[in-house]
């Protein structure tokens, strides 16, 4: 069994910064790739960031490139999301993920393992 914790989450001003943590415990596998998503109220799960565990390659979201950076720390086992000049539209239910992924890296069914979700408000 695999457990996902977020934290990290908060209130912030537009502009402003916050680093969402996510540790692993359990068995996981160094082929799986990690990954986050995020749920606004009233809109579907959108898929934000992954990486590889065993290589730290990474994709993002256009939305979200060159603002936010995804890294791992293999002591840890933890994935981390750096969130610079956050924006309202960037306010959601963040979740992070593990799991085989492949192809299917950036949409949900690529993923076994779920975090509870940390929440991000970004006031304007």
């Known amino acids: 069994q695999v457990q996902l914790v977020e934290s990290g989450g908060g209130l912030v001003q537009a502009g402003g910064s916050l680093r969402l943590s996510c540790a692993a415990s359990g068995r996981t596998f160094s082929s799986w790739l990690r990954a986050w998503f995020r749920q606004a109220l009233g809109k579907e799960r959108e898929f934000v960031a992954a990486?590889?565990?065993?290589?730290?390659?990474?994709d993002y979201a256009d939305s979200v490139k060159g603002r936010f950076a995804i890294s791992r720390d293999f002591a840890g086992n933890t994935v981390f999301l750096q969130m610079n000049s956050l924006k309202p539209e960037d306010s959601a239910v963040y979740y992070c993920a593990a799991g085989p992924a492949y192809s299917d890296y950036a949409t949900s069914r690529g993923y076994n393992y779920w975090g509870q979700g940390t929440h991000v408000t970004v006031s304007s």
């Open positions: 990486i590889a565990w065993s290589d730290s390659r990474t």
